[in-house]
């Protein structure tokens, strides 16, 4: 029955269009936002193409125009997110928060205001 499961998930597209229509909802669609979650700045938004959420980082290093590292994506055609693999839990590139986490904590800060 394992297939039936994969069946019911909605295709990245519907997930995308899902999201979309609650952004625009919050009147927040197109709009970045920041959060912060367990000490981390992120950026996050959701627009015509894409829902993204990226680590922010301060460091030196990092190319100019890039906020960060992506660590949830979600496109017509792909959904991504960086949570930690249980083998790993103290991977710095992870957020911890996997994609309901993401909407669920932006809900909370942007419909408490």
């Given amino acids: 029955m394992a297939g039936s499961d994969a069946a019911s998930q909605p295709s990245p597209a519907e997930l995308l269009?899902?999201?979309q229509a609650r952004f625009r909802e919050?009147?927040?669609f197109g709009s970045p936002l920041t959060l912060t979650y367990q000490g981390e700045k992120y950026l996050a938004a959701c627009d015509d193409r894409v829902f993204a959420v990226y680590r922010l980082v301060d460091h030196c290093y990092v190319s100019p125009g890039r906020p960060g590292w992506p660590v949830c994506l979600v496109s017509d055609?792909?959904?991504?997110?960086?949570?930690?693999?249980?083998?790993?839990?103290?991977?710095?590139?992870?957020?911890g928060l996997g994609l309901q986490g993401w909407l669920e904590l932006i809900e909370t800060a942007y419909t408490s205001r």
């Avoid at 055609?77 to 957020?95: I, L, M, N, R, Y």
């Fill in 77 to 95: 055609e792909t959904v991504v997110d960086e949570t930690s693999p249980p083998h790993q839990p103290e991977d710095e590139f992870a957020s």
């Fill in 17 to 19: 269009r899902r999201i």
């Fill in 26 to 28: 919050l009147g927040l």
